[in-house]
C-alpha cells in the first residue's frame, strides 16, 4: 500500500497583520547590532590595564630569579676559586646580563664547620673545636623600575640575592 502526498489544495498567503507583526520583530532586533561591539569597548582598557600588570609582574618575577641566579653562579665559580673574587663578580655579572643596573659583590673567608666564627679572607685562623673550612659568599642587587606606574607600588624596589657555599680545603 502505497501513500501519496499531495500538495495542498491552497497555498498559504501570509495576512498583512502578520507581516505587520514581523516587521515590527524585525525592527525591535536592529538595535541590537553593534551590542557586542560596544560591550568590547567597554571591557578592552580594563583588559589592557590587566594584560600590562600581568607583563609588568612577570618582568619582575623574571629579574628576580636572574639576580639569585647570578649570585648563585658567583658562588659555584667561588667553589672552585675561592680567592678570585673578581671571577666571582664576573661569573655573576655574565649570568645576568640581560637585568640592567646589576651590582656584584664577592668576599671568601675562613669559619667553623658548625658555621660559627666566620673570618673574612682567611686574615686570621678561627679556634674551632671543629673542622676549619673556607666559605665564598656573592651578594647580588638591582633596581626595578615597573613599566608603568602602579598605585600602592613603588615607583622602583630593590631586587636582592646572596648565596654562600662552602669551598674546597
Known amino acids: 500500500m502505497s501513500m501519496r502526498f499531495s500538495p495542498p489544495a491552497q497555498p498559504e498567503v501570509m495576512s498583512r497583520s502578520r507581516w505587520r507583526v514581523l516587521l515590527r520583530l524585525s525592527a525591535m532586533a536592529l538595535p541590537e547590532r553593534g551590542g557586542s561591539l560596544l560591550e568590547l569597548a567597554l571591557v578592552l582598557p580594563f583588559l589592557s590595564l590587566l594584560l600590562i600588570g600581568v607583563i609588568d609582574f612577570g618582568r619582575a618575577y623574571y629579574f628576580r630569579i636572574e639576580v639569585v641566579g647570578a649570585a648563585h653562579t658567583g658562588a659555584l665559580y667561588g667553589t672552585q676559586n675561592p680567592t678570585d673574587t673578581t671571577g666571582m663578580q664576573n661569573a655573576a655579572l655574565g649570568d645576568a646580563s640581560d637585568v640592567p643596573g646589576v651590582t656584584v659583590t664577592a668576599t671568601y673567608g675562613c669559619e667553623c664547620s658548625d658555621g660559627s666564627h666566620a673570618v673574612a679572607m682567611c ?47
Not at 600602592?152 to 648565596?163: D, V, Y
Request: glycine share 8%; aromatic share 10%.
Open 123 to 169: 686574615a686570621t685562623q678561627p679556634s674551632c673545636g671543629v673542622n676549619l673550612v673556607n666559605y665564598v659568599q656573592v651578594t647580588t642587587s638591582a633596581t626595578y623600575t615597573p613599566l608603568f606606574r602602579w598605585p600602592g607600588i613603588p615607583a622602583s624596589f630593590p631586587l636582592q640575592g646572596q648565596a654562600r657555599l662552602r669551598a674546597g680545603q
